[in-house]
């Protein structure tokens, strides 16, 4: 029955849904957890942490005690463990530190700072730092408002590849909601995918979409595993 679709009805039907579809309605998802994890960090612990979270940012040349580099600390620590660092409530509980047993001052307690949610994808980011293969190149703001207006409908309002068009199309396209099939292939791999579509059913967006707005699709893809 798919097979019946020939590919230029195809385009069409993607086109006339795109322009029929109110997007604001149907886009009922919060960010990606990892997304929002950015906002707050670039936000609240950049400035002493780094961009990588390797510990170089602007007030860290100031300090007596580096920041951690949290790509490489923040894979040994459990959820529970990383939110007390955070928090600083139960801090003096936790064993087993590397460098100074305790942690020291020099990382602020956030207290009530964050709420649950927050803290959550705080977490969720710095788990994305430590496993990231590749820099965010584009910005991924810019590339979560493209990617609610131009992809959403195939590859899901969560990035897993369940979007509401796959039925008719028949092929699942990867579920970017996992690293391991992200994390397989680089930013311009991805820009190129982008921009001059993939298979039968995934659009070129040449023409409609920019080089800047591709790598802005790159980050926010990225953004979206868990
Ligand atoms: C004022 C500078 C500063 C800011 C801002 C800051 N940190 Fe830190 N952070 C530190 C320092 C310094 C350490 C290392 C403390 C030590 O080794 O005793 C640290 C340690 C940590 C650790 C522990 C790493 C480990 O497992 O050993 C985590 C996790 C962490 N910070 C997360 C964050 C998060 C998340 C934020 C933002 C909400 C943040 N930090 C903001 C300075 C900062
Ligand atoms: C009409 C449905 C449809 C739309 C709209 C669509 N895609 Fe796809 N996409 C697919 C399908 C199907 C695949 C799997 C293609 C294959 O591997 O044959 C895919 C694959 C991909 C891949 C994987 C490429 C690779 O190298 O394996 C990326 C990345 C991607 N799409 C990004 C996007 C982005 C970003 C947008 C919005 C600008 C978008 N897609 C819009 C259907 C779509």
């Known amino acids: 029955m798919y097979s019946a679709i020939r590919l230029t009805s195809f385009r069409t039907i993607v086109l006339l849904s795109l322009l029929c579809m109110s997007v604001s309605k149907l886009w009922a998802a919060d960010p990606p957890p990892a997304y929002e994890g950015r ?18 940012g602007p007030l860290a040349v100031a300090m007596d005690i580096s920041p951690a580099d949290l790509t490489t600390t923040v894979r040994s620590r459990s959820d529970t463990i ?10 003096q509980t936790i064993t087993g530190r590397d460098r100074h047993n305790l942690l020291s ?14 803290i959550k994808s705080l977490i969720a980011y710095l788990r994305f730092m430590s496993t990231a293969k590749f820099k965010l190149q584009g910005d991924p703001q810019i ?14 309002t969560e990035g897993d590849g369940d979007g509401i068009m796959i039925d008719l199309i028949g092929i699942a396209p990867m579920d ?17 995918s982008i921009l ?4 039968r059913f995934m659009p070129a967006w040449r023409g409609i979409l ?3 707005d591709a ?8 953004l979206l595993a868990h």
């Open 39 to 56: 906002r707050l960090y670039v936000s609240y612990c950049q400035l002493c942490h780094g961009t990588d979270g390797k510990g170089g």
């Open 143 to 156: 590339g979560m408002k493209l990617y609610q207006q131009y992809c959403y409908v195939c590859h899901g």
């Open 82 to 91: 990383l939110t007390k660092i955070i928090t600083g409530r139960g801090r």
């Open 210 to 212: 920019s080089q800047s």
């Open 215 to 222: 790598e802005a699709l790159v980050s926010y893809i990225r």
């Open 105 to 118: 001052d020099a990382m602020p307690e956030w207290k009530n700072i964050f709420n649950k949610s927050q």
């Open 176 to 192: 970017h909601t996992n690293p391991n099939e992200t994390n397989a292939l680089s930013n311009d791999d991805i820009v190129k």
């Open 196 to 199: 001059d579509g993939k298979g």
